[in-house]
Every structure is written in structure tokens, then in C-alpha cells.
């Protein structure tokens, strides 16, 4: 049988990465969107665990699906979550981190044609001044201590780690 170039072992992406949806991820989103009212119309968002992470300095990350990610699964926006952080993380922390994520969920409803208009909102600053003012800043340095300790960071490295 003739070989087959584009079926070679070297175009083979190789990553040890594992992504799991996650149903309690999903259930304390639930509750931090209830507690917190946040509306979302008609936007579908689905939640996972990267295990081992998504990067040492990547706590977690909201991106908009694009249009083949939204056929399939049905999701306008994906949150994913470093999972062996998340393992490390109290509730209060882990609802804290899923509040900074969904803030950056932002479907707009445009008149003009009738129709919504998945967007993704930046934070005001690492954070958001709606986190920060009302309960400060404290859940972000766990985070970031967190993954510090998990990762051996030095300290130059634990003040990169993200949201």
C-alpha cells in the first residue's frame, strides 16, 4: 500500500491534556449566576476541567465558540478551568473564579436586525470592578498562591498567573 504523506506520525499533534465537561462546575456557575442575577438571553455556555491545566499560569479562560464548536455542541461560549487547581481551590474560591469568567460572557441583542450578538467582555483591569469593589481582591491572590504552591512558581511567575 503506498504511503500516505498527510497521514505521516511527525503531522501528529501530541498533547497530554485531558478536557472534561464538568456537572459541578456547572451546577456552582448555576448558583453564582442566580446569587449574583446575571443575564445571558438566549446564550448557551458550557463548562470544563483541563487536567492537568490549561498552562501553569492559566487559572481558567472564557472564549466565544466559534461556529463549528456551536453546531456540534449547541454552546455559545466555553469556560475552561484549570483542573488541578480547581481540585485545590475552596467553594468560595471556585465560585469567585466562575464569577470573573461569566462576567466576560456578554451577548448583546441588536435591534437593527433582530438578532443576538455573541461578544466576549475584557476586565476592567486583571479583574472587575464589580468583583473588586464589592469583595475585593483577596480570592485572586489564592488563586494565584494556589497555583504558585501547585506549580512551584517563584513570585515573579505567581503575579503572571491569569484568569
Given amino acids: 500500500m503506498p504511503e500516505n504523506e498527510l497521514l505521516s506520525p511527525e503531522n501528529v499533534i501530541k498533547s497530554d491534556k485531558q478536557l472534561m465537561e464538568s456537572p459541578e462546575v456547572e451546577e456552582i456557575a448555576k448558583n453564582v449566576i442566580e446569587e449574583h442575577k446575571l443575564e445571558f438571553g438566549p446564550a448557551e455556555i458550557g463548562y470544563f476541567l483541563i487536567y492537568?491545566?490549561?498552562?501553569k499560569q492559566r487559572a481558567a479562560k472564557c472564549m466565544k465558540a466559534n461556529r463549528e464548536v456551536k453546531y456540534y455542541s449547541g454552546n455559545d461560549y466555553l469556560i475552561e478551568i484549570s483542573g488541578e487547581l480547581w481540585d485545590m481551590l475552596d467553594n468560595n474560591s471556585r465560585k469567585m473564579l466562575l464569577y470573573h469568567e461569566l462576567l466576560q460572557v456578554d451577548p448583546t441583542y441588536k435591534t437593527k436586525n433582530n438578532e443576538w450578538v455573541m461578544k466576549i467582555r475584557k476586565p476592567d483591569f486583571s479583574d472587575f470592578y464589580t468583583i473588586n469593589d464589592k469583595f475585593g481582591?483577596?480570592?485572586?491572590?489564592t488563586i494565584q498562591a494556589t497555583a504558585?504552591?501547585?506549580y512551584d512558581l517563584d513570585p515573579k511567575q505567581e503575579s503572571k498567573v491569569r484568569m
Fill in 52 to 55: 492537568p491545566n490549561i498552562s
Fill in 137 to 141: 481582591n483577596e480570592w485572586y491572590k
Fill in 148 to 150: 504558585s504552591s501547585l
